[in-house]
């Protein structure tokens, strides 16, 4: 793996929290280890970083990320192999996405190699919350944020980078229902949407809990001019299987997170043999596919879950349900695949595997 470039001094908490920890009562995001990273960037540079106990951090009412939103983050998880190591999935990929997200936000970008290094350390240091436990994992939450004290409208000059990592269970999803989205948009073409923005997140909670209101889990959006093409599912790129096929919205459109899981799945599938076609995808040809029974299966993507499976696809008034889960051959192999390789149970042909 890579050389490390960048260590950080370290201020170690003198009181873990572990002890109190209550491993069988994991809320996802809600409780957090014992140490975070924080940097600082001002005068055009940032400043060295640095690995203290978790703490608030205090801001000023003025804030540039609160008023005007530049605001990324990237999410990846750490989980115990076999052989008692910890392992990163592809944190490479992660560092990429998230200087191109700072680029579109016009925010700094990190000195190449250090969200690795960082990542690194920071795990390093709090290595027993990533536990044995299986199916957990330790959720990393790296994020930068403009800071600068002013209420005027302009790239913030001063930010910061943080890195917060809170241990996460099992998380199974439960297939979900979901809605196609005809008025609503989460991302335009010129917008943002290909960056991990905040306020991407933010512009998606109405739609989402009307969707909700209406019995769906979450939304599958469409594009923004015509509702016509199929973008993503929820929070998570989207997957389907139509005869013996893997059709996925291809990454051309500005639109579209470029997601490592789904990469990774894809990269599996072909490997396997797997027919793939990463291109435009329409409504109606998913519709037409559900009527005629070749839908075989449709998932999203992204690190929480791995694979979430869709159990039922509505749209206009009708309402598509897919094959039962046990039945979707592919996606259930690539995620078991996949849940043994960051496991380290079998040979990591790919080179995704970071250990720590
Ligand atoms: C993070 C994210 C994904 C999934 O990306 P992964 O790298 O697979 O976790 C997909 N879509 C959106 C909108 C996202 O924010």
Partial sequence: MSTELFTFPITKTSDSKIKYFDWDHLDFGKNFSDHMFIMEYKDGAWCSGEIVPFANISMHPAMSALHYGQSIFEGLKAIRTEDNKINIFRPDMNAKRFDESAKRMCMPPLPEGLFV???????????????TRDGHSLYIRPFMFG????????????YKFIIITTPVGHYYSEPVNVKIEKYYTRAASGGVGRAKAAGNYAASMYPAQQAMKEGYHQLIWTDAATHKYIEESGTMNVIFQIGDKLITPDENHDTILR????????????????????????VEEVIEAAKNGTLKDAFGAGTAATIAPIAMIGYEDEKYVLPPVEDREISNKIKKYLGDLKAGRIDDEFGWNFIV
């Fill in 259 to 282: 997601g490592i899981t789904k990469k990774s799945v894809l990269a599996i599938a072909e490997k396997w043999g797997v027919e793939i076609e990463e291109r435009m995808i329409t």
């Fill in 117 to 131: 290094d960082a990542v690194r350390q920071l795990v390093g240091l709090d290595s027993e919350w990533v536990t």
């Fill in 147 to 158: 800071t600068d004290e002013l209420v005027g409208i302009r790239p913030s000059e001063t």
